[in-house]
């Protein structure tokens, strides 16, 4: 699986946009972008995952830039519970890659 | 509840006993994978079942650890004559299983071990 790197911690404002980057310059083109979260005491949360094109749900949107080697995750209303380590992740998703191999991820804090 | 759950939540035991923790992971789920993660540090993986086959334990840290599942459900992961060094939170996670398409994986709470 590809490398990727996220800086340590960000802060953000409650109810403003957090923006997470996540750099992985050397994904295949195989390989999906997938983002996690952890909120401190509890399991990791699946948050979304994507190929290609931008991806959006309930929880964030995903954007992918057009080369692949970047994404950035946004959780458009940043509350006080979205505090958690923030995982990034590129795997194939399919046969034979199935563990996740979690890096060190970002901090993020919103701060009332 | 449909999601993942994993019992004990806490597990306090002496160096030397054996001990057993199980998940419960999502109905229907045929891939299933144990972590664990010690203080302040990621996820370790452990092993890995699609239905009831273990294809990769090379996560497993020694021979005292070892873990089974049975119906393509529920999953047990023993670890024998505890260590301090096993203390950590051990976390099951299940995903829809491979060729679905769908490879998010949904983790349970964790079991808290503590080895005095």
């Known amino acids: 699986d590809a490398k990727t790197t996220q800086p340590t911690s960000m802060d953000c404002a409650e109810g403003r946009a957090a923006n997470l980057p996540c750099n992985h310059s050397?994904?295949?083109?195989?390989?999906?972008v997938y983002w996690y979260r952890q909120i401190h005491s509890q399991g990791p949360q699946y948050i979304i995952h994507?190929?290609?094109n931008n991806e959006t749900n309930e929880m964030a949107s995903l954007i992918i830039t057009e080369d692949r080697k970047s994404s950035t995750l946004i959780l458009p209303h940043a509350t006080l519970r979205d505090t958690a380590v923030y995982y990034c992740?590129?795997?194939?998703?399919?046969?034979?890659?199935?563990?996740?191999?979690f890096g060190k991820g970002t901090k993020l804090s919103v701060i009332p | 509840g449909a999601g993942v759950s994993q019992s004990p939540s806490n597990k306090v035991t002496e160096k030397g006993k054996d001990v057993e923790l199980r998940c419960d992971p999502i109905?229907?789920?045929?891939?299933l994978y144990w972590y664990r993660q010690s203080l302040g540090q990621g996820l370790e993986f452990l092993i890995y079942?699609?239905?009831?086959?273990?294809?990769?334990k090379s996560g497993l840290p020694s021979d005292r650890f070892s873990a089974e599942r049975t119906g393509g459900s529920v999953s047990t992961l023993t670890i024998q004559r505890t260590q301090q060094e096993d203390s950590a939170v051990y976390l099951c996670?299940?995903?829809?299983?491979?060729?679905?398409?769908?490879?998010?994986?949904?983790f349970g709470p964790g079991t808290r071990l503590t080895v005095l």
């Open positions: 996670a299940s995903s829809a299983g491979l060729g679905t398409g769908r490879n998010e994986q949904f």
């Open positions: 050397t994904i295949s083109g195989n390989e999906y």
């Open positions: 994507g190929l290609k």
């Open positions: 992740i590129v795997r194939v998703a399919g046969a034979g890659s199935y563990q996740l191999t």
């Open positions: 109905s229907g789920h045929t891939a």
């Open positions: 079942f699609q239905g009831n086959s273990a294809p990769d």
